[in-house]
């Protein structure tokens, strides 16, 4: 028989937290019709002299039901790599304590990469599992009226049980005991029941799966439900890739993520002394194939976060698909770059490594707060004497502006189909109207960047996106409009695995098990 677990006091004073993103814990089905609405429902935090500990709850899980009701209704992904799990400045615990309404031990090591598995995990695999509570309950109504909170749990416990095979009996009690403490007892009574009917369903081989039959628009909706991912994007990958290919990349879309580090030789901190830093810190590592500064990893993010390699400007986290852009943008010692994009920097102070002291990369961007920690970052990694930031609007910005440069970098804002499994999230806060808007922002920003190249300059537009009509398609847009710019093969510059029939740079996933990234190479005449 399951029990409720005690709950303890402690004296903790709790610092006033400043973070507008703080919520109550769900009220009971019924009294709200909007998922959303429940969620957003403003919650007044006090000072308190006291927090509820609960030492029966594992951490793990009540930090990672609580960051998946922030990413799916405020955005927090983005702290997945954060150090000690911290996410914009405030202890998971804070945010655990003021939505359940009590905080658990602190997180240790395990925790955080549980978290990390957990989170990602069931974010990719969201549709699926919808699918299969769904189907459990059989109630459409009483699914789209469910407490965010309450499906998270299920979500978590479905994860863990059809993808992790975690042992059925420790997921069952623990999310159980999770949904009545943070609920209410008969919360914890209905997950009971719903994840004992999944065991079941699971140990007999009879999942539910939907049929991939009938006209194409109903196989792509059942394909969208077997591998996670919106039905738009799913016939758009049938129709651009055929439907091998497409399944291929939904496949590695789910995948756990891989990373590559960068040593930044800007600091004179080398490849090698990374290599040596990993050995010493047992994280398996393999030397880039492509790039001379890059490391891959699958493993051990979490010892490299805490050893301080980040923190102390020695390297970076840098996919090898956008090093490689910068291998077509090709800096050189003493040119003037900018980079019209720029935050969040990584290819601004890969760029700048690369001048050797020499020179100057002008970073430009939009937003203000990223373009601080830009400066912050390069001063970090001893970059900033080659390193200059302006605040402003590219579109508007060559109207001012008579300086031109050697080299201009477009890393236009896009879909980020090709970063998928990175940015989990990113499939779900995708439209399909998106596009429409995108490729026409991608169009404005390329002629205003065309204008800042000097006579007999380059300029590089990319994309982390894996859409023809993002990139082949604007490169030939552009060049229509602009008779006094023509192709640069990226041939010199990169290896031909990545090299397209048209001289552009492509990297894809599924054929390159890199990130997905574009770059075309455009020279203006003299």
């Known amino acids: 028989m399951l029990h409720l677990p005690s709950i303890q006091a402690c004296s903790v004073t709790e610092k006033k937290h400043k973070h507008k993103d703080s919520w109550s814990k769900s009220p009971k089905v019924g009294e709200s019709n909007s998922r959303t609405a429940t969620y957003k429902k ?38 997945l790599l954060n150090e000690k799990g911290k996410g914009s400045g405030d202890n998971e615990m804070g945010y655990v304590e003021r ?4 905080c658990t031990r602190d997180l240790d090591d395990r925790d955080l990469r549980l978290v990390t598995d957990i989170v990602g995990g069931t974010i990719r695999w969201r549709k699926y599992l919808d699918y299969l509570i769904l189907s459990l309950i059989h ?8 407490e965010p909170l309450l499906l998270q749990i299920l979500r978590i416990g479905f994860y863990e049980i059809v993808k992790l095979e975690v042992p059925s009996y420790a997921v069952v009690d623990e999310n159980v005991q999770l949904a009545k403490v943070s609920l209410r007892p008969g919360a914890g009574n209905m997950v009971n029941g719903i994840l004992r009917k999944l065991v079941l369903l699971k140990e007999t081989n009879s999942l539910p799966s939907p049929q991939v039959e009938g006209d194409d628009r109903a196989q792509a909706r059942a394909l969208a439900t077997l591998h996670s991912h919106p039905v738009w994007m799913v016939r758009r990958w049938i129709k651009y890739l055929g439907r091998e290919e497409a399944i291929k990349l939904m496949t590695w879309n789910n995948s756990d993520p891989r990373f590559s580090l960068r040593a930044n030789r800007g600091k004179g901190f080398t490849r090698s002394d990374l290599a040596s830093r990993l050995v010493t810190l047992k994280v398996p590592y393999e030397l880039s194939p492509h790039l001379d500064d890059f490391i891959r990893i699958s493993t051990g993010m979490q010892s490299v976060i805490q050893d301080g390699l980040l923190k102390e400007g020695l390297c970076s986290v840098q996919d090898e698909s956008a090093g490689l852009v910068i291998s077509v943008v090709d800096p050189q010692p003493g040119e003037t770059i900018i980079d019209c994009c720029a935050a969040p920097g990584g290819k601004t102070l890969f760029m700048a490594a690369c001048l050797e002291g020499q020179g ?3 970073a430009l961007d939009i937003n203000k707060g990223r373009l601080r920690i830009l400066k912050e970052t390069a001063k970090l990694q001893q970059l900033d004497n080659v390193i200059a930031t302006v605040h402003t609007d590219l579109r508007t910005f060559p109207e001012d502006n008579s300086v031109t440069y050697d080299k201009v970098l477009l890393d236009a804002p896009c879909s980020g189909l090709g970063v998928l499994s990175k940015r989990a999230d990113l499939r779900w806060n995708r439209k399909s109207e998106d596009m429409e808007e995108l490729k026409s922002l991608q169009d404005e920003l390329l002629d205003a960047a065309s204008m800042l190249v000097k006579p007999g300059g380059v300029l590089v537009y990319s994309t982390c996106s894996i859409d023809p009509e993002e990139n082949e398609e604007r490169v030939a847009a552009f060049l229509l409009r602009h008779q006094e710019y023509s192709i640069d093969s990226a041939e010199r510059y990169i290896s031909p695995e990545f090299l397209t029939e048209q001289g552009y740079y492509f990297s894809s996933p599924v054929k390159n098990s890199l990130d997905g990234a574009f770059a075309a190479r455009l020279i203006r005449c003299s």
């Open 42 to 79: 403003g919650y007044v935090h006090q000072e308190r002299k006291t927090q509820n500990v609960n030492l029966e709850i594992s951490p793990h899980r009540a930090v990672s039901a609580v960051r998946l009701m922030r990413i799916e209704f405020g955005g927090a992904f983005a702290d």
């Open 99 to 102: 939505t359940l309404g009590f």
């Open 139 to 146: 109630d459409p109504s009483s699914f789209s009226r469910m």
């Open 360 to 362: 100057m990369v002008t």
